[in-house]
């Protein structure tokens, strides 16, 4: 359990991520077998190697005739090779006829080759000057018009590897190896709270001081949009008792609780106390070196994550990005981050601050690429990040970045 004295330390993002690690690594054992019609978005929890090659059989990639490449060597419009046809290949079937020296088989887009045939003449390279005689006016390559046997994979490769996201590719080569069912992770149970005095429903016209939750229906809408099964409990008001048992329940039912403000020091500082009395190890962290998002706490309640997010509704989300999504689709156990998009900085970026940040940007197509530009506004204010089209990330040694420089930025989806 955090004493006091390690509650109010900044840590750094990957420090705050690292300190949960090693309390929830049991999320990632669970596995669901599903069919792979609903696999969309899921986590594979397994290597899955090839195993069969595809295709099994040479396949022509065009509407044509299966040749040997040789006898077409030197034909052209003026002068073509002469070619005995010995039939038709149907597609989805094996040909029942071998290729000898100076004759074709007509084949179609998708049709298996023969035996000693080597390439695809296509139709248009064709004469037909009757009964079985064709002439080639082109000559082919070996090899040309055709897919290799194992071309698109061989038995045994390892084709997707454990914790990858399933997206429509994955599936189609899910399929192709015939895998009606898949084994998953399963959906993170989350569930989210907005807590504080002057929150109240979307349906209420807000009284002086009192604002609408908003963040209650952001970090439902980023959990959902990355394949959670999540759920809004509501608004609960700065009382330690309902906030306990509304916490306790939802600890009961989900795999991550996300609050919103009462987070920061001061009065509001219920959340981070009680995460400490609901289970073990309790908090784990409160304040992160990071900007927006300093006042967030975070810890873990029995095998259950919990997070203490900004009020402040940009900073919520941001906080989101960073700390909650790693967990939902898994990237906290790769140890590769996949590729970011990069664009160019359209103005200076200052930082410095001794905090890592999180820069909201519009993106701007440009001539070459993407046009990178901050969007200006406080965390407090949610327009700016209906505005903002990604993040961008500075480190926490970096003390800005220059206008016409390369960034990389995430997609806000
Ligand atoms: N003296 C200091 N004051 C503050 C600090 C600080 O370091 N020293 N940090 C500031 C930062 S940064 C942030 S972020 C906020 C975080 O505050 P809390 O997380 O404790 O949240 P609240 O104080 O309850 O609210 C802040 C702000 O956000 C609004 N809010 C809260 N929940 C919602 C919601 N569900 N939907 C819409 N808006 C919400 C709330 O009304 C406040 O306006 O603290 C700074 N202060
Ligand atoms: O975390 Mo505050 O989130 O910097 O606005």
Not at 37 to 55: M, N
Request: net charge negative.
């Amino acid at each position: 359990m955090g004493s006091s004295s390690e509650l109010f330390k900044v840590h750094t993002l990957s420090e705050a991520i690292d300190s949960l690690k090693p309390y929830v690594l049991s999320f990632y054992e669970r596995v669901e077998q599903i069919p792979l019609e609903e696999s969309l978005g899921r986590i594979l929890t397994k290597d899955i190697p090839a195993t069969c090659a595809v295709p099994n059989f040479r396949k022509s990639t065009m509407d044509g005739m299966a040749v040997r490449a040789a006898d077409t060597f030197g034909a052209s419009e003026s002068m073509p090779a002469l070619l005995e046809c010995l039939g038709e290949i149907r597609m989805g079937e094996a040909p029942t006829k071998s290729l000898g020296k100076g004759e074709g088989i007509l084949i179609p887009t998708g049709g298996m080759l023969p035996e000693g045939a080597d390439s695809v003449v296509m139709v248009e390279r064709l004469e037909h000057f009757g009964e079985t005689l064709y002439g080639v006016t082109k000559a082919v390559a070996p090899g040309e018009n055709l897919i290799e046997i194992g071309e698109d994979f061989t038995e045994g490769e390892v084709l997707l590897s454990r914790y990858t996201r399933i997206r429509a590719q994955e599936m189609g080569l899910l399929a192709s190896l015939g895998m009606n069912q898949v084994a998953v992770l399963p959906r993170f149970k989350v569930g989210i709270l907005s807590t504080g005095d002057e929150i109240i429903p979307p349906d209420q016209k807000p009284l002086p001081g009192q604002s609408r939750d908003i963040n209650g229906y952001t970090l439902l809408g980023l959990a959902l949009a990355c394949g959670a099964d999540a759920r809004h409990y509501g608004i609960v008001k700065d009382n330690l008792e309902e906030l306990r048992s509304v916490l306790a329940q939802m600890l009961k039912e989900n795999d991550i609780v996300l609050l919103s403000g009462g987070s920061s020091v001061g009065l509001r500082d219920l959340s981070a106390q009680l995460i400490s009395e609901l289970g073990e190890p309790g908090l784990l962290f409160h304040g992160l070196a990071l900007r927006p998002g300093k006042p967030t706490i975070g810890g873990v309640v029995d095998g259950k994550l919990i997070f203490g997010l900004p009020g402040h509704p940009a900073s919520a989300m941001v906080v989101f990005e960073a700390l909650v999504r790693p967990w939902i689709d898994g990237s906290v156990l790769k140890s590769q981050v996949d590729p970011l998009p990069k664009g160019v900085l359209s103005q200076n970026l200052y930082s410095g601050s001794g905090r890592e940040e999180f820069v909201r940007v519009k993106l701007v197509p440009h001539t070459e690429g993407w046009q990178v530009e901050p969007v200006r506004g406080k965390s407090g204010l949610i327009r700016t990040m209906v505005l903002a089209d990604a993040i961008v990330h500075i480190g926490l040694d970096t003390e800005g970045i220059e206008a016409g420089k390369e960034v990389s930025f995430r997609l806000l989806r």
